[in-house]
């Protein structure tokens, strides 16, 4: 079993809709990221967190550590938002930043 | 600015020949990780390094090294390559500090025929 699940694996939704990608994880952790990578194959950190929530211009991140859980949203979705979602965790028994990846989900948004 | 660069971004290779991929970061940090990403897999970790000198294996090793001579540089090198390697290599780096958040190089996509 992975010991980081993200669900759904691909999503596609329409341009302004309410979107939530979910990140499940079975070891204990320090902080969680989630990154984007765009269809040029480059890869951004949107967030870094260790609990509660974390607002960046319509995405939004939530953890819920006793339930080794975490989503992400994005509000008013538009197309240019259409890339993998990645989840990645700091185990708090792995060495100094190194990090477990989910496999991604793919969003599309479409006009 | 600070950055994280790989060269070269593609390449195509034969099965057996040494390969050496560069990754090179201005950031000044001390930890720096190559990864493999896969269709139907996660970002798997090759291997890493927290300083000069210091190298450490990864999940998926075999067939990779990799050295650490400077603060900027972390060469990785397929001895032999071979199909299965066949895949799009990332560099990243992250400071000892502030949370150890990961800066990602742009990707080197690489063919072995």
């Known amino acids: 079993k992975n010991e980081v699940e993200q669900s759904p694996q691909n999503l596609t939704a329409q341009e302004g809709e309410f979107i939530t990608i979910n990140c499940s994880y079975s070891?204990?952790?320090?902080?969680l990221h989630w990154l984007q990578q765009h269809p040029g194959g480059g890869i951004v950190s949107l967030f870094m967190?260790?609990?509660g929530k974390k607002k960046h211009g319509r995405l939004i991140a939530t953890i819920n550590i006793q339930e080794k859980h975490s989503s992400l949203h994005i509000t008013a979705s538009h197309p240019r938002d259409s890339a993998v979602y990645i989840c990645?965790?700091?185990?708090?028994?792995?060495?100094?930043?190194?990090?477990?990846f989910g496999k991604g989900t793919k969003l599309s948004v479409k006009p | 600015d600070a950055e994280i660069t790989q060269s070269p971004r593609h390449k195509i290779t034969e099965t057996g020949r040494q390969v050496t991929l560069a990754c090179h970061q201005t950031?000044?940090?001390?930890?720096m990780f190559w990864y493999r990403q896969d269709l139907g897999h996660g970002l798997r970790l090759i291997h890493y390094?927290?300083?000069?000198?210091?190298?450490n294996k990864g999940e998926v090793s075999d067939g990779y090294s990799v050295s650490r001579s400077n603060t900027e540089d972390l060469p990785l090198t397929l001895e032999s390559a071979a199909s299965s390697q066949t895949s799009v290599y990332f560099c990243?780096?992250?400071?000892?500090?502030?949370?150890?958040?990961?800066?990602f190089g742009p990707g080197t996509r690489l063919t072995v025929t």
């Open positions: 990243a780096s992250s400071p000892r500090s502030n949370g150890y958040e990961q800066y």
């Open positions: 070891v204990g952790i320090s902080a």
């Open positions: 967190l260790s609990s």
């Open positions: 990645a965790v700091r185990s708090d028994g792995g060495s100094q930043g190194n990090l477990i």
């Open positions: 950031w000044n940090h001390n930890n």
């Open positions: 390094s927290y300083g000069v000198q210091d190298t």
